[in-house]
């Protein structure tokens, strides 16, 4: 079964000159992704899929792809950790899916 | 892959890379209420429509945009004003709200909420109904004002209360600050009350008196202080003020500005990008070239240490982006006989 990520939208985000900044309004944190975080980052728009991201960042990174696979996966479950992706098993509602 | 950062650092990125990295959007000039000390000069501007912010919202992203501040006029008296709350929201700007609450009802109270706008800033001008609507001249409007800040304390919407000082107002601080503690709220206070945005001066008779004014940068709570004079001599390369880099303003019909109190337009959104606006207008490179050393009258004056001049007041008011702001000197004044100091991030930034 597929697993949807979305952007949360308890977050604020904006990505300048290749560096993603967001902000997570239930906790006041701050976060700034360097540019590899800010690829997988900017990926996630709209009914993703983890698998739809993935394929992107395979696409965009040189080198093992299985090891890009595991990475980027690692890194999408930390930023749902820090609560600022839903992963769900269902299309996230459109009504406030974040299309940027 | 990630490091947590403060605000302030993404403001100062802003200013290096002139980014609008906080835009203020007046959605309309129309409005529920008819304050004495309102800034506008007409009433009758609908703002743009829904598709058109949609298409603004876009060319923020572009830009760089990460907070939105919508103001009016009222903005609620606008029925697809939560629609552009939204559209908005789904670019993840970060949105802040500047209203009177008058109109804000029940469901759109839960709608906020479930946007998580980041804060909504509610004008209030005494601690009691009869100061307060005498201002806003519109019966009721303190209780409706203040019932509505309740429920959206309670459902978790972080709401400060605004409350420009005034000649009418002084005396009531104390109220203004009891109610802000019952109602669980901050409060944000401005102690100059601006010239109508056509440069008349009527307003000005609502400003505090020397005295109120004296009493009003002596309060902490009021008005922050710094600890150190800061000396023209020393900061000769500092900019006056950092919004030319890092804010913005549109107007009802989409004009910019680098802030609204800065009445010099570098373009409008229909007719060009912001962000080629932003970077490009002759006028805001103009407005940028400004430092410290280039304000003449800031060199030989002896209250630059306690001075927290606006150069969009000084233009407006005064007629030289260059020149004395004539209410600042005002405010310096006070702070002189108080004895206190404004703040580096306040005479830099208005802060």
């Known amino acids: ?100 | 892959m990630s490091v947590n950062l403060q605000l302030t650092e993404l403001a100062k990125l802003a200013k290096e890379k002139i980014i609008p990295i906080s835009v203020l959007v007046e959605v309309c000039y129309k409005c529920n209420e008819n304050c004495v000390h309102c800034c506008l000069d007409s009433h009758t501007k609908l703002g743009l429509t829904l598709s058109q912010y949609e298409q603004l919202f876009d060319q923020m992203t572009e830009a760089g945009t990460f907070y939105v501040i919508f103001s009016g006029g009222e903005p609620f008296i606008r029925s697809d004003f939560l629609e552009i709350v939204k559209a908005a929201r789904k670019r993840r700007l970060s949105v802040t709200i500047f209203t009177n609450a008058t109109l804000i009802t029940d469901q759109q109270i839960n709608m906020l909420r479930s946007m998580y706008v980041d804060e909504v800033h509610v004008s209030i001008y005494g601690g009691n109904s009869d100061l307060h609507d005498s201002i806003t001249r519109t019966p009721g409007s303190f209780a409706k004002s203040v019932a509505v800040i309740k429920k959206m304390v309670a459902a978790g919407i972080m709401v400060r209360i605004k409350c420009p000082l005034m000649n009418l107002t002084a005396n009531e601080i104390c109220t203004i600050k009891e109610l802000a503690y019952e109602l669980g709220v901050n409060t944000q206070y401005t102690t100059v009350i601006t010239a109508k945005n056509d440069g008349n001066l009527d307003t000005h008779q609502y400003r505090l008196t020397p005295e109120q004014l004296q009493a009003v940068v002596s309060d902490p709570d009021i008005s922050k202080q710094g600890k150190e004079p800061i000396y023209f001599s020393e900061n000769l390369d500092c900019v006056p003020c950092d919004t030319v880099f890092n804010g913005g303003s549109i107007d009802p019909e989409g004009n910019v500005y680098v802030c609204n109190q800065l009445q010099i337009v570098g373009g409008n959104i229909l007719t060009q990008p912001l962000s080629e606006i932003w970077k490009k207008s002759p006028e805001f490179q103009q407005l940028r070239e400004i430092k410290l050393r280039n304000l003449k009258d800031c060199a030989k004056c002896e209250l630059f240490q306690y001075c927290t001049r606006c150069p969009g007041l000084a233009y407006l008011e005064d007629g030289d982006v260059l020149g004395c702001s004539s209410v600042a000197k005002e405010v310096a004044e006070a702070r002189r006989k108080a004895g206190v100091f404004p703040t580096e991030a306040h005479i830099f930034s208005q802060g």
Request: aromatic share 8%; glycine share 4%; with cysteine.
């Open chain 1, 1 to 100: 079964m597929p697993t949807f990520v979305a952007k949360g939208i308890n977050v604020s985000c904006r990505t300048i000159e290749g560096e993603a900044f967001i902000f997570n309004h239930e906790t006041k944190v701050l976060l700034q992704l360097d540019e590899v975080g800010s690829f997988v980052w900017d990926q996630i728009v709209g009914n993703q899929t983890i698998d739809d991201v993935l394929e992107e960042c395979i696409k965009e990174f040189t080198g093992d792809v299985q090891e890009i696979r595991n990475s980027v996966k690692e890194f999408i479950y930390e930023l749902f950790r820090k609560n600022v992706v839903t992963l769900s098993s269902e299309p996230p509602p459109e009504e406030m899916t974040s299309v940027c």
